[in-house]
């Protein structure tokens, strides 16, 4: 009966020190019960009990041997930096989009950045990135997400006002299954100076159908919001139901409050610093195309 692997190395353990203390003679009988044991060969059992637990004296260093480590090769990255490179171009063009949307639309986006000459890969590098996965995607543009992110750009300014008759809508109590349903949220065109005015996008997305649709609006004022969501509704191809947005006073105030309860559509808002309860319209904010 064969032993394991642990068992091995607990008989050369147990065997080295009595080995190396023994005379030739009786060497040659301990190492013929040890490779009749184990299954070694002669010159590799021998090996393992003349080295295992033996001290080696480098200075004031001491190197002692162990059966039990195995030096193992390190293997050269699939990944290499061609392929990181190819990887941040493209998600770059994209808009840095999530992992997942990134690797369904590598072929297509792949094939038009080599076909109008934007992107020079090897046929190698190309066959990496069409089989490359979305977590090893997630490693792979860490440090970049890291350098891209941004903190502390909220635009947002609470409307306090009204927020006792608008009711609170969390994302875990969406469960519409008809389109009309809809979440609205800004997003800011400010170029990395959040001072003065600038334009803004007002994005609709319908919870249950996901369809979305855009309007630029001038800036945040509670006029020109009003306008663009009119604007919205206009385009719908479906009858407008119900309008949740966040706590913004471009969305919590008296003609917006009132405009709902006139066309009797309900309107609801999230809770404060809950971007997941907007859910629909956020994962849509850096997608969406602008119309003016």
């Known amino acids: 009966m064969r032993l394991t692997m642990k068992e091995r190395q607990s008989l050369v353990r147990v065997t080295a020190d009595r080995y190396r203390k023994a005379g030739k003679k009786e060497k040659g009988q301990i190492l013929d019960e040890f490779i ?10 021998s090996l393992l009990l003349s080295k295992h637990g033996l001290k080696l004296h480098i200075g004031k260093t001491i190197l002692i041997g162990d059966n039990r480590k195995r030096a193992r090769e390190k293997r050269a990255p699939v990944y290499d930096d061609r392929v990181k490179a190819a990887l941040k171009q493209i998600w770059l063009v994209l808009d840095c989009i999530c992992s997942k949307r990134l690797k369904a639309a590598l072929p297509t986006v792949l094939s038009a950045l080599q076909e109008h000459g934007e992107i020079h890969i090897s046929a190698a590098t190309r066959e990496k990135l069409l089989k490359i996965s979305a977590a090893t ?5 860490k440090p970049e997400r890291q350098k891209q992110q941004l903190k502390g750009r909220s635009g947002t300014k609470p409307g306090t006002l009204l927020k006792h008759q608008i009711p609170i809508r969390t994302f875990s109590e969406w469960n519409e299954n008809r389109p009309g349903f809809v979440e609205i949220d800004l997003v800011s065109h400010d170029g990395g100076n959040a001072s003065g005015d600038f334009c803004q996008s007002l994005n609709l997305t319908d919870v249950c159908t996901g369809w979305t649709i855009t309007r630029g609006v001038q800036n945040k004022a509670q006029v020109w919001v009003f306008e663009g969501l009119q604007n919205l509704r206009g385009r719908l ?6 309008i949740d947005s966040d ?8 003609p917006l409050l009132t405009y709902c309860q006139r066309e009797e559509l309900t309107f609801t808002r999230s809770r404060p610093h809950r971007k997941n309860d907007n859910c629909y319209v956020e994962q849509k904010n850096y997608t969406g195309s602008e119309e003016w």
């Not at 184990?38 to 010159?43: A, D, Q």
């Not at 995607?137 to 543009?141: F, K, S, T, Y």
């Not at 191809?237 to 119900?242: D, I, Y």
């Open 36 to 45: 009749q044991a184990t299954g070694y060969n002669r010159s590799y059992g």
């Open 137 to 141: 995607i997630d490693r792979l543009l």
């Open 237 to 242: 191809p479906f009858k407008l139901l119900g």
């Open 247 to 254: 706590n913004g006073s471009e969305f919590i105030n008296a």
